[in-house]
């Protein structure tokens, strides 16, 4: 059983930034995709950043540019630079882990509060 743990949400004040980290307990990380995802209040959970396997990065059009998506392989952990934050970026961020053997395997973080505020 893959657990997954964020930390690194918090206060923030418009354009400040945040770094967030989403630790993975399993093995074979490096093999799982991993992504993160938003959810604000009363709207539904969508996805912020993913990043594959092999590295290859994708992002919602109102982050690109701000935001930023990596892993170390090494440690186990991914991670989102989010620069020059918005009050329209608030919400719950959650780290998501998926993997495609024989069937798709998907795992989620308990979610971390990212407030943008002055």
């Known amino acids: 059983q893959v657990q997954l743990v964020e930390s690194g949400g918090g206060l923030v004040q418009p354009g400040g930034s945040l770094r967030l980290s989403c630790a993975h307990s399993?093995?074979?990380?490096?093999?799982?995709?991993m992504g993160w995802y938003r959810q604000a209040p009363g709207k539904q959970r969508e996805l912020v950043a993913s990043i594959k396997s092999g590295g290859s990065t994708n992002y919602a059009d109102s982050v690109k540019g701000r935001f930023t998506i990596s892993r170390d392989n090494a440690k186990n952990t991914v991670y989102l630079q989010m620069n020059s934050l918005k009050p329209e970026d608030t919400a719950v961020y959650y780290c998501?882990?998926?993997?495609?053997?024989?069937?798709?395997?998907?795992?989620w973080g308990q979610g971390t509060q990212v407030t943008v505020s002055s």
């Open positions: 998501n882990a998926e993997i495609t053997r024989f069937t798709t395997m998907t795992y």
């Open positions: 399993g093995s074979r990380f490096s093999s799982y995709a």
